[in-house]
């Protein structure tokens, strides 16, 4: 491997999203994802042919066919041959890969993106296909099932109850009021019960999208963006699959990873967390020490658009924009997968002192 | 723009998996309507039971019977079962801590109501009267206020084990192939065949995807190529694939239609195997009602050039 300067500084200097909507099937993903592609690379001036290394997340399952991210690639260019790397992840886990990538020193400019297509599937079901095989799956809990159960403990543990999770809907729908690419905004009405405890309102909407954000390394990133959103710690945890072994009124993963990523340090004045399900906000707050001074989903966040292996990467996108906007001077950014927030990412980005 | 073509996709897969020593024991032991558990380092008893210590990642096998009667620790209520649940009626999904357990089982629980549950609440296994060694052996849940009964001694140790099990997954999907895709396979219906033209390097793709995968950019300039075109590569297929009705050997080649910047692939017919060539010249054969060329033929006419083709191969 080659070494590295180790305090190569890597930032944000670019994110592009699409609008995300509730079915976008007169296009194929790669028709969605171009022009997403092509706008954040004109946000830099950069060609694809300067791009270093790509690296992209996405799901065979929700396309519902093998290698579907091939054809994806054929939006970035792949010819003549680039330095490209996939994850069967969110997004976000494909910017941790270009991070480290940036860090070895073997590229100075990275073009992240994702994109999901819920529509074309019964996404609650699709979802349940990451579950335990042996134990789990066979039983078929949808993700509003298995978050269900985790809003409910909340409930028993008295850290929440139906109208604090029905404020944190209204909450996140009237930000992303602000929000050109959301699906689902301003006033939504709470709803019928889904998966009792949680109603409509308390779920994210299904719908396609995708989204893209280009990193860069030192002064490459000083001359391609005004303000970089430096990227000074990023972390991901696991915690086990079996979910009755885990305490579901807890994320020690996100904690962890917050604390490996420097969150703690010092106070940030931004927080984006992916919490589809708004029970899960309120184990992020409490993970993550946020109190009511801190901007949290200042985008709506993932109740207000939910594009399936996109949103983690928005989160890191919007809070990364909001620096480059001087919005935000020390932003956190959260990602999560699997079933009750099995699977988080942390990272915190700063601009440079005003 | 014409509607976009849209179609029923069916994903469907018997996963054969192989089970480790703790989990045949497990699901051997819900076919004998017992369950057992497993000890990890720091004691706990862990239901269901994995391999691995999820503390320290030692492997471990000390397998422990435990009641069939259990606790609730926390509940959701799902009017709606959705298809492969464990009951067609409504229920409550619960975790269910099982006296002698120290973690929480997923499973259904089948009450007459949201107001019928709640944590904390007393439940027993209620066994399905087929058992094979899944976690399916537990038909659900159910209210119960009595005695845990006494247990039966299994140790885990077990005539004819369960060593694996098949686990059917089926995903339905509606599948639409976007514009492009779409107006190249309506094009097809009326035997003509499109291609896109990127608009940097004029490259006519076919069958097209909406971009130039040399470019990055989109294509939307449509092209019509063909019928006609010429044999670039070809092999000769002398396996007989299943439930394929084509005698072998036959050849099978990248085609070159007029006036597309690539080959498609395609079968060739109409002349001896042995006598195909780069440079044939050929064309499509359709038959009533395909939606699309059952194969190619010769069309007589001189072999085309190689300099014609060369950059196509």
């Given at each position: 491997m080659?070494s590295?300067?180790?305090?190569?500084?890597?930032?944000?200097?670019?994110?592009?999203?699409?609008?995300?909507?509730?079915?976008s099937?007169?296009?194929s993903?790669?028709e969605m994802?171009?022009?997403v592609?092509?706008e954040?690379?004109?946000r830099?001036?950069?060609?694809?042919?300067?791009i270093?290394?790509?690296?992209?997340?996405?799901?065979d399952?929700l396309?519902?066919?093998a290698f579907?991210?091939?054809?994806?690639?054929?939006?970035?260019?792949?010819?003549?041959?680039?330095s490209?790397s996939?994850?069967?992840?969110?997004?976000?886990?494909?910017l941790?890969e270009a991070w480290?990538k940036?860090?070895?020193?073997?590229a100075?400019?990275?073009?992240?993106?994702?994109?999901g297509?819920?529509?074309?599937?019964?996404?609650?079901?699709?979802?349940?296909?990451q579950?335990?095989?042996?134990?789990v799956?066979p039983?078929?809990p949808?993700?509003?099932?298995?978050a269900?159960?985790?809003?409910?403990a909340?409930?028993?543990a008295?850290?929440?109850?139906e109208?604090a999770?029905?404020a944190?809907?209204?909450?996140?729908?009237?930000?992303?009021?602000?929000?050109?690419h959301?699906?689902?905004?301003?006033?939504?009405a709470?709803g019928?019960?889904?998966?009792?405890?949680?109603?409509?309102?308390?779920?994210?909407?299904i719908?396609?999208?995708?989204?893209?954000?280009?990193?860069?390394?030192?002064?490459?990133a000083?001359?391609l963006?005004?303000?970089?959103?430096?990227?000074?710690?990023?972390?991901h945890r696991?915690?086990a699959?079996?979910l009755?072994?885990?305490?579901?009124t807890d994320?020690?993963?996100?904690?962890?990873?917050?604390?490996?990523?420097g969150?703690?340090?010092?106070?940030?004045?931004t927080a984006?967390?992916?919490a589809?399900?708004?029970?899960q906000?309120?184990?992020?707050?409490?993970a993550?020490?946020?109190?009511?001074?801190v901007?949290?989903?200042?985008?709506?966040?993932?109740?207000?658009?939910?594009?399936i292996?996109?949103?983690?990467?928005?989160?890191?996108?919007?809070?990364?924009?909001?620096?480059?906007r001087?919005e935000?001077d020390?932003?956190?950014a959260h990602?999560?997968s699997?079933p009750c927030?099995?699977?988080?990412?942390?990272?915190v980005?700063?601009?440079?002192?005003? | 723009?014409?509607?976009?073509?849209?179609a029923?996709?069916?994903?469907?897969?018997?996963?054969?998996?192989?089970?480790?020593?703790?989990?045949?024991?497990?699901?051997?032991?819900?076919?004998?309507?017992?369950?057992?558990?497993?000890?990890?380092?720091?004691?706990r008893v862990?239901?269901p039971?994995?391999?691995?210590?999820p503390v320290?990642?030692?492997?471990?096998?000390?397998?422990?019977?435990?009641?069939?009667?259990?606790?609730?620790t926390?509940?959701?209520w799902?009017?709606?079962?959705?298809?492969?649940?464990?009951?067609?009626?409504?229920?409550a999904?619960?975790l269910?801590r099982l006296?002698?357990?120290?973690?929480?089982?997923?499973?259904?629980?089948?009450?007459?109501?949201?107001?019928?549950?709640?944590t904390g609440?007393r439940?027993?296994?209620?066994?399905?009267?087929?058992?094979?060694?899944?976690?399916?052996?537990?038909?659900?849940?159910?209210?119960y206020d009595?005695?845990?009964?006494r247990?039966?001694?299994a140790?885990?140790?077990?005539?004819d084990p369960?060593?694996g099990?098949v686990?059917?997954?089926?995903l339905d999907?509606?599948?639409?192939p976007?514009?492009?895709?779409?107006?190249?396979?309506?094009?097809l219906g009326?035997r003509?065949t499109?291609g896109?033209r990127c608009?940097?390097?004029?490259?006519?793709?076919?069958?097209?995807?909406?971009?130039c995968?040399?470019c990055?950019v989109a294509?939307?300039e449509?092209?019509e190529?063909?019928p006609?075109?010429?044999?670039?590569?070809?092999?000769?297929?002398?396996?007989?694939?299943?439930?394929?009705?084509?005698?072998?050997?036959?050849?099978y080649a990248h085609i070159?239609l007029d006036?597309?910047g690539?080959?498609?692939?395609?079968?060739?017919?109409?002349i001896?195997?042995?006598?195909?060539?780069?440079?044939?010249?050929?064309?499509?054969?359709w038959?009533?009602?395909a939606?699309y060329?059952?194969?190619?033929?010769?069309?007589?006419?001189?072999?085309?050039?190689?300099?014609?083709?060369k950059?196509?191969?």
């Amino acid at each position: 491997m080659t070494s590295a300067p180790r305090d190569r500084e890597i930032a944000v200097v670019a994110f592009a999203q699409t609008a995300h909507r509730r079915t976008s099937e007169e296009l194929s993903e790669v028709e969605m994802l171009m022009p997403v592609l092509h706008e954040v690379l004109d946000r830099t001036g950069l060609k694809t042919a300067d791009i270093d290394f790509t690296c992209s997340g996405s799901s065979d399952y929700l396309a519902g066919r093998a290698f579907s991210f091939t054809l994806a690639l054929d939006g970035v260019g792949a010819w003549p041959p680039i330095s490209e790397s996939h994850v069967e992840m969110d997004g976000a886990w494909a910017l941790y890969e270009a991070w480290t990538k940036l860090l070895t020193g073997d590229a100075d400019t990275a073009l992240v993106y994702s994109y999901g297509k819920s529509s074309p599937g019964p996404v609650r079901d699709v979802l349940t296909r990451q579950l335990d095989p042996y134990y789990v799956a066979p039983l078929w809990p949808d993700s509003v099932a298995l978050a269900a159960l985790q809003a409910q403990a909340l409930i028993d543990a008295g850290d929440t109850d139906e109208p604090a999770l029905a404020a944190v809907a209204t909450r996140n729908r009237e930000a992303a009021s602000a929000n050109p690419h959301a699906q689902l905004k301003g006033a939504v009405a709470q709803g019928d019960y889904l998966v009792r405890p949680l109603r409509t309102g308390d779920c994210p909407p299904i719908g396609d999208g995708a989204a893209a954000v280009i990193l860069a390394a030192g002064d490459r990133a000083r001359e391609l963006c005004a303000r970089p959103a430096w990227i000074r710690g990023i972390d991901h945890r696991i915690e086990a699959h079996g979910l009755g072994v885990r305490d579901l009124t807890d994320s020690p993963s996100t904690r962890l990873a917050a604390e490996r990523a420097g969150a703690f340090e010092r106070p940030v004045d931004t927080a984006e967390l992916h919490a589809p399900f708004t029970a899960q906000e309120i184990v992020l707050r409490k993970a993550l020490r946020l109190d009511d001074g801190v901007h949290v989903n200042p985008s709506g966040g993932a109740l207000a658009a939910n594009p399936i292996m996109a949103a983690g990467l928005i989160r890191l996108g919007e809070a990364a924009a909001r620096i480059h906007r001087g919005e935000s001077d020390r932003a956190l950014a959260h990602a999560t997968s699997g079933p009750c927030l099995q699977q988080n990412l942390v990272a915190v980005l700063e601009g440079e002192p005003r | 723009m014409p509607e976009v073509l849209k179609a029923p996709l069916v994903v469907e897969f018997p996963f054969t998996r192989s089970l480790g020593p703790v989990q045949s024991a497990f699901l051997t032991g819900l076919r004998e309507r017992v369950v057992l558990g497993v000890r990890a380092s720091d004691g706990r008893v862990l239901v269901p039971p994995v391999e691995y210590d999820p503390v320290t990642a030692e492997e471990i096998r000390d397998l422990v019977e435990i009641a069939p009667t259990g606790t609730v620790t926390t509940w959701a209520w799902n009017h709606a079962p959705r298809r492969g649940q464990p009951l067609t009626t409504p229920f409550a999904w619960a975790l269910v801590r099982l006296d002698g357990a120290d973690t929480a089982l997923l499973h259904a629980l089948d009450a007459p109501g949201p107001d019928a549950v709640r944590t904390g609440m007393r439940v027993r296994v209620r066994w399905a009267e087929e058992r094979t060694g899944a976690i399916t052996d537990i038909a659900c849940f159910e209210p119960y206020d009595g005695e845990a009964p006494r247990l039966t001694g299994a140790t885990g140790e077990f005539e004819d084990p369960v060593t694996g099990i098949v686990a059917a997954a089926r995903l339905d999907y509606t599948y639409s192939p976007g514009r492009a895709q779409t107006a190249y396979i309506d094009a097809l219906g009326g035997r003509r065949t499109v291609g896109e033209r990127c608009p940097s390097c004029r490259k006519v793709y076919v069958p097209p995807r909406g971009a130039c995968p040399t470019c990055g950019v989109a294509t939307d300039e449509q092209v019509e190529v063909g019928p006609r075109g010429t044999v670039t590569t070809f092999c000769i297929v002398n396996i007989k694939a299943k439930n394929l009705d084509i005698e072998v050997p036959y050849v099978y080649a990248h085609i070159a239609l007029d006036g597309a910047g690539l080959a498609l692939h395609g079968r060739i017919g109409g002349i001896p195997y042995d006598e195909v060539r780069m440079g044939l010249r050929v064309e499509p054969v359709w038959t009533e009602g395909a939606r699309y060329p059952d194969h190619y033929r010769p069309t007589g006419e001189p072999d085309a050039d190689y300099d014609t083709y060369k950059e196509l191969l």
